[in-house]
């Protein structure tokens, strides 16, 4: 393996640790062991057994002499006390009762080992979601979403997989060892023989690995790679299929699918030739092994049968540790990639946050911004080169307590970056920001957020039922939750007649991102789940635009009412909601030009 892939593995080892504990991990290793011990005296059972079994066309079955026994002293002893006929069915109770605790052993192993994966699965996936959570939102705005997913999803499964295969690397290991301790004391010159011949396959296993972390790397640029397309085609279907090239894109996707199918293939493909190879060698050896044995060292007939039904064992457990070398190997990369994630988003993050005491649970803020400037960098793996947009360009503004702000500007002169800078999303660059005079930083920022409400340009709706959306980012502990509650908040934002037009009312599934429903009546359930946070600052991103006028006049009355409990700003072109403002600022290249 590279230094790249041994630092991955090192990795592996301890995250497993840290996943299992170091008492799962323990007993893991003690199952392993028995299982192995086991194995070993069920083998060292054989040899007595072939003793004094009748061959046909051969002797008498001979009694247990010193020769015949199996190395262990008090057993030899016990058995050779027996007359033959008890003391092969001594041996045959004794081998039976191995075999069943071999049995059992292996299965617990099985099943702590199943439990180890299934954790570390679980802290992969914790540790790559809550260093996104703690992200802040510049970064996150920069990370492919398809590639999170991918690693969420297919690399974690891989890792899963890979992981399994490393488990079985020691049991195989001690079942080896065992056996061949067992060869040992039978002939300890065909047993070097054939240590030296799995010596320079072990020389193949290790340069194999080598190629297969290659290749694993490169699947983990596939996956990824696919997992974009995937997204995007499913993103843009229904505009795909309005405009008649939904089989171009969907072509595009099943080429990268392919791709990574093609991939896994010629790992595949590399695996069964190794795999090949070793049997062949293997064989021709186990057939020179038996030659040698039997015409030249004289080995006796039973201990040379149970020679070659070792070797003969010996060989696919080495199959099976070489095709488990290189699925660890190939899955590494994936690790890596995951690693790598989760370190580049919890660089980003800041320190833990505490949340300060608010004034009053009640109280709308004041906010000022002076000599505000904000910029998006041009590469955010980069953020030293030029090329980066000024958004914000030394804005001055005052939102009274208790009022509402339109907002108004053309396209893209960064009135929802105004947004996200007012719910600390984005911190500004330049310049101040105060809620009540207090700087908005991280922990003040924080602490606002479950008292502000927003409804952003962007509809999300989940494949859920219409009670859970508009739950959704409702805290139990703090809004009230009951029908009363949500009807309250439906009527408040024109939903009630949908809502009397569903099936099933408030527990209607509303489809995936919300497909039941039209964009305005979307656009209102995000307003109603807005006000059901009960909130003392209210943002809202062009929350009329797919409205119908009777709706839109809803919405200004519900603005109006909250006068002097909510501070509200929104951002809006629609004449009917301007009037409602207590003022209309233009936001224009960055910088507020005229106020109303």
Not at 162 to 187: K, N
Request: with cysteine; aromatic share 2%.
């Amino acid at each position: 393996m590279t230094m790249t892939s041994g630092a991955a593995f090192r990795d592996l080892i301890r995250r497993m640790v840290r996943a299992g504990g170091r008492r799962r991990v323990a007993k893991l290793a003690g199952l392993q062991l028995g299982a192995a011990v086991s194995e070993s005296l069920g083998l060292a059972m054989l040899l007595p057994l072939l003793r004094m079994i009748q061959l046909p066309g051969g002797d008498a079955p001979a009694e247990l002499g010193e020769s015949a026994g199996t190395g262990i002293g008090p057993l030899d002893q016990l058995i050779g006390a027996l007359d033959p006929a008890a003391g092969l069915i001594a041996v045959l109770l004794i081998f039976v009762i191995l075999t069943v605790i071999r049995g059992l052993l292996l299965y617990g192993r099985e099943v702590h080992s199943f439990h180890l994966t299934v954790d570390l699965a679980a802290q992969l996936r914790a540790d790559l979601f809550g260093a996104a959570a703690r992200a802040p939102w510049r970064v996150l705005a920069s990370e492919p979403r398809g590639h999170l997913l991918g690693l969420l999803t297919t690399e974690v499964d891989r890792i899963v997989t890979g992981t399994v295969m490393l488990l079985r690397l020691p049991a195989l290991g001690v079942m080896a060892v065992a056996q061949i301790t067992v060869a040992a004391l039978i002939s300890p010159t065909l047993t070097l023989a054939a240590l030296a011949i799995g010596g320079l396959s072990g020389v193949a296993v290790r340069r194999r690995s080598r190629s297969s972390f290659a290749q694993g790397t490169r699947q983990t640029g596939l996956h990824a790679a696919a997992s974009r397309e995937v997204r995007d085609f499913l993103d843009g279907l229904k505009p795909a299929k309005g405009q008649g090239v939904e089989a171009r894109h969907a072509a595009v996707s099943a080429t990268a699918l392919r791709e990574t199918g093609l991939g896994m293939l010629s790992f595949i493909r590399a695996s069964a030739n190794a795999r090949l190879m070793m049997q062949v060698v293997g064989v021709i050896a186990l057939s020179g092994l038996v030659v040698v044995g039997a015409l030249i060292l004289k080995v006796p007939g039973p201990e040379l049968i149970l020679l070659a039904v070792i070797c003969g064992r010996l060989l696919p457990m080495a199959q099976e540790f070489q095709q488990s070398a290189q699925r660890v190997a190939h899955m590494l990369p994936a690790l890596v990639a995951v690693n790598a994630a989760a370190a580049r988003l919890a660089r980003q993050a800041g320190p833990a946050v505490v949340r300060p005491a608010l004034p009053a649970a009640d109280h709308p803020p004041e906010i000022r911004l002076e000599g505000v400037r904000l910029s998006h960098p041009g590469d955010p793996s980069a953020p030293e080169t030029s090329g980066s947009q000024t958004v914000l360009d030394g804005v001055d503004a005052s939102f009274r307590a208790g009022s509402v702000t339109a907002i108004i500007g053309p396209s893209g002169a960064g009135k929802t970056t105004l947004i996200d800078l007012l719910l600390g999303l984005l911190p500004p660059d330049d310049g101040t920001v105060t809620f009540d005079g207090r700087p908005l930083d991280e922990a003040l920022a924080a602490a606002w957020r479950p008292r502000a409400g927003w409804v952003p340009q962007e509809t999300f709706l989940t494949d859920a039922s219409l009670r859970q959306n508009l739950l959704w980012s409702a805290d139990p502990e703090r809004h009230a939750t009951d029908d009363a509650a949500l009807m309250m908040a439906i009527d408040a934002a024109g939903l009630a007649p949908v809502v009397a037009g569903l099936p099933d009312g408030l527990d209607t599934p509303l489809g995936d991102r919300g497909s039941r429903l039209s964009g305005g009546e979307r656009q209102r359930v995000t307003i109603a789940r807005a006000l059901i946070r009960q909130p003392r600052l209210l943002l809202l991103d062009e929350p009329s635009s797919a409205l119908d006028a009777e709706t839109e006049q809803r919405l200004c009355a519900t603005l109006a009412r909250l006068k002097g409990r909510t501070t509200v700003v929104v951002i809006t072109h629609r004449p009917a909601i301007l009037e409602v403002a207590d003022q209309v600022l233009r936001l224009e290249d960055g910088r507020f030009v005229t106020e109303a």
